[in-house]
């Protein structure tokens, strides 16, 4: 530095005075050398002669330092003088680097340079290495080769040598695993050998030190195995695990805690998932579905049952079918109905395959894998006035069982029996008129259609049922209760209703036959044609024939052909008198054209018969007149006044 040249030179500018362990270069402009003095001394400059650098310090190595020379100076093999050359300059190794350790101090020579600074050798502890890598060749080494230098230990570096990375040993804890990779082809610890790419597992617990051509991927967890939980691992390659065993690629297995307390996945191995143990109490069982052989191979397509108690795990490619299933308990009224998947012997007895049978109870009851529970089956408990429809699966009749409980057979079931949608309605509302207790949501039908269909018919009525099989009708009369056999339908009754009556209005079941009335208007022209509405009301009943029932039914609309019939004699009888004649003699007039006379007596008949169907009118009432058009109206009105005033007059 300036100080430090200011500090060495006296008064006189050409004498410097050099400090020991200092050095200056002087030039020679004579021969253009420069060359090195060091001190101390006191060095006086001739005028040929120049100060190019210094006074400098020179470089002093403390012991386990070293420093890096860049252009060394060539020395003798004594390492004592540099060799110069036949011009006075000290021969260089230009590029090239040098590594001095712990000396005395020297001076660095024109074209020397030091590369950092004085640097303390690296100390390599225990369980650590330095991976070295060769720059150049020298004694067995090859440019590029790389070694570990492992402590504990003191480098000492070369300039052949470079130092590419400080590699730190990992601990191996329990329960845990190294993940290695091979760099290169190579040795492992265990003297096997290893393909560049290829990985293993180091499960030694301790520090563990890489060699050189391996290197950490990472470090793999054991997975802990208990009682109640197994894994299930898949290997993606063919390979021998842990245990000896050869696995093939694709192929999957279970680690349970027979085995194992903890598992560490292999380098070939990938966990699938965690199966959970499957428990059966003493009242449970369960199918086992594609179960494995003594081999570890899927059965596919085979069926094991498990019965309880037992705990197992569930292997992989196995299923349970319909899962945990309890065991069948059959009270005495119960029973199962059971078939055969595949021929099964049970007892001495052989089923073939689709064989049904039944087994009753009580008992407990878990089928074997031959055999399917096609349904549980209980006594079906009927009243004296209750039945079903049951058919026979073996000749397909279907027959009502009526009056008492009744267990289905093998080869029975139960038969809906279809109604019409009008019935059905039907039905309903007569159910509801005879419930007083019936709720407004009964309007709709939720029938029972394996029941068989009942209707009580009411007091003085009749019911037509007939028979499509035996294609003949029977006739009920009330009060009566009607079950339906299974090819029995109701007869239903359309009837005109309504004032004047339009046909369809009244639907019904039931035949009434009464007495009762029915109500019409009739409109009938007079011969000076005035036109009338008349309301008549009819009184009517039915005679009955014991021996000749069906005969009321051979009318479908006894209501609507009586009332035409009616009406058609009225307008008639109407048609052949004057108005003022009807309005004096309306009611002789209509009950004699109605009931007729007796040829005999040649007085009016009390009834009016219809041998069609054994209908009797009895009685008919005039309840109005009325004139239809405004002329017949006027006359009408004049006519009443008229009888008032001749009434007025008597009196």
Same mark, same amino acid.
């Given at each position: 530095?300036?100080?430090?040249?200011?500090?060495?030179?006296? !008064?006189?500018?050409?004498?410097? !005075?050099?400090?020991?362990?200092?050095?200056?270069?002087?030039?020679?402009?004579?021969?253009?050398? %420069? @060359?090195?003095? +060091?001190?101390?001394?006191?060095?006086?400059?001739?005028?040929?002669?120049?100060?190019?650098?210094?006074?400098?310090?020179?470089?002093?190595?403390?012991?386990?330092?070293?420093c890096i020379i860049k252009n060394p100076v060539k020395k003798t093999e004594e390492e004592e003088t540099a060799i110069l050359d036949e011009?006075?300059?000290?021969?260089?190794?230009?590029?090239?680097?040098?590594?001095?350790?712990?000396?005395?101090?020297?001076?660095?020579?024109?074209?020397?340079?030091?590369?950092?600074?004085?640097n303390p050798l690296q100390v390599v502890n225990s369980d650590s290495a330095l991976r070295l890598r060769a720059v150049r060749d020298f004694d067995e080494k090859v440019a590029g080769d790389e070694w570990l230098f492992r402590g504990p230990g003191t480098y000492i570096p070369r300039v052949e040598v470079q130092v590419a990375q400080f590699i730190s040993s990992t601990v191996i804890k329990n329960n845990s695993a190294l993940r290695? @990779?091979? !760099?290169?082809? +190579? %040795?492992? +610890?265990?003297?096997?050998?290893?393909?560049?790419?290829?990985?293993?597992?180091?499960?030694?617990?301790?520090?563990?030190?890489?060699?050189?051509?391996?290197?950490?991927?990472?470090?793999?967890?054991?997975?802990?195995?208990t009682e109640k939980k197994a894994l299930q691992i898949r290997a993606t390659k063919t390979f021998s695990d842990v245990f000896g065993k050869n696995r093939k690629a694709g192929q999957e297995w279970l680690v349970t805690l027979d085995e194992a307390e903890t598992h560490i996945c292999d380098v070939y191995e990938e966990i699938v998932g965690e199966v959970r143990i499957t428990t059966l109490t003493n009242r449970q069982f369960a199918v086992v579905?594609?179960?494995?052989?003594?081999?570890?191979?899927? !059965?596919?397509?085979?069926?094991?049952?498990?019965?309880?108690?037992?705990?197992?795990?569930?292997?992989?490619?196995?299923?349970?079918?319909?899962?945990?299933?309890?065991?069948?308990?059959?009270?005495?009224?119960?029973?199962?109905?059971?078939?055969? @998947?595949?021929?099964f012997t049970e007892g001495k007895t052989l089923h073939p395959p689709g064989d049904c049978w039944m087994i009753f109870g009580p008992c407990d009851y878990v089928p074997p894998v031959e055999v399917e529970i096609v349904e549980k089956r209980s006594y079906i408990p009927l009243d004296e006035n209750e039945g079903i429809y049951v058919r026979n699966l073996t000749t397909g009749k279907v027959r009502a069982h009526v009056g008492s409980s009744?267990?289905?057979?093998?080869?029975?079931?139960?038969?809906?029996?279809?109604?019409?949608?009008?019935?059905?309605?039907?039905?309903? *509302?007569?159910?509801?008129?005879?419930? @007083? %207790?019936?709720?407004?949501?009964?309007?709709?039908?939720?029938?029972?259609? %394996?029941?068989?269909?009942?209707?009580?018919?009411?007091?003085?009525?009749?019911?037509?049922?007939?028979?499509?099989?035996? *294609? *003949?009708?029977?006739?009920?009369?009330?009060?009566?209760?009607?079950m339906l056999g299974p090819e029995e339908m109701f007869t239903t009754i359309k009837l005109s209703g309504d004032t004047p009556k339009r046909?369809?209005?009244?639907?019904?079941? +039931?035949?009434?036959?009464?007495?009762?009335?029915?109500?019409?208007?009739?409109?009938?022209?007079t011969s000076d044609h005035a036109r009338l509405s008349l309301k008549l009301a009819y009184n009517w009943y039915f005679e009955v024939d014991r021996e000749n029932r069906s005969q009321i039914f051979r009318v479908p609309d006894f209501v609507g052909d009586g009332c035409k019939a009616i009406a058609s004699r009225v307008r008639g009888a109407v048609a052949a008198v004057t108005f003022d004649q009807f309005h004096r003699n309306s009611s002789d007039i209509i009950i004699s054209a109605v009931f007729g006379l007796d040829p005999e007596t040649k007085e009016v008949r009390n009834r009016f018969f219809f041998s069609a169907n054994n209908l009797v009118i009895t009685n008919i009432d005039i309840q109005s007149v009325e004139p239809v058009d405004q002329r017949t109206r006027d006359a009408l009105q004049k006519s009443v006044q008229l009888a008032i005033e001749i009434t007025t007059s008597s009196q």
């Open positions: 530095s300036l100080q430090q040249r200011e500090s060495t030179m006296s !008064r006189d500018p050409n004498v410097i !005075r050099i400090k020991p362990y200092f050095y200056v270069h002087v030039l020679n402009n004579n021969t253009n050398v %420069t @060359r090195v003095e +060091c001190g101390p001394q006191t060095y006086t400059r001739q005028d040929h002669e120049k100060i190019v650098n210094g006074p400098s310090k020179m470089v002093m190595i403390p012991p386990r330092h070293f011009s006075g300059n000290a021969r260089l190794s230009f590029g090239n680097e040098e590594i001095r350790f712990a000396q005395d101090p020297f001076p660095l020579y024109p074209g020397e340079q030091l590369r950092g600074s004085v290695l @990779r091979a !760099r290169k082809q +190579c %040795t492992d +610890c265990t003297d096997t050998k290893r393909q560049a790419g290829e990985e293993w597992l180091v499960r030694t617990a301790g520090a563990y030190l890489p060699n050189v051509d391996e290197e950490i991927v990472q470090t793999v967890s054991a997975k802990v195995l579905l594609d179960p494995i052989d003594d081999d570890g191979n899927n !059965r596919f397509g085979m069926k094991e049952l498990r019965k309880g108690p037992a705990s197992f795990f569930l292997q992989p490619g196995e299923r349970l079918e319909r899962g945990i299933q309890n065991v069948h308990i059959l009270a005495a009224e119960e029973a199962l109905l059971l078939r055969a @998947r595949e021929a009744y267990m289905l057979k093998a080869n029975e079931e139960l038969w809906e029996k279809p109604l019409t949608p009008e019935i059905e309605s039907l039905l309903v *509302k007569a159910s509801r008129s005879s419930s @007083r %207790t019936a709720s407004p949501s009964s309007g709709t039908s939720n029938r029972d259609k %394996t029941r068989v269909v009942t209707y009580r018919a009411p007091h003085g009525s009749a019911v037509q049922v007939y028979d499509y099989k035996e *294609k *003949k009708a029977r006739v009920v009369f009330g009060p009566e209760l009607i046909e369809g209005v009244i639907k019904s079941l +039931c035949l009434l036959l009464g007495p009762d009335f029915m109500t019409d208007i009739v409109i009938v022209e």
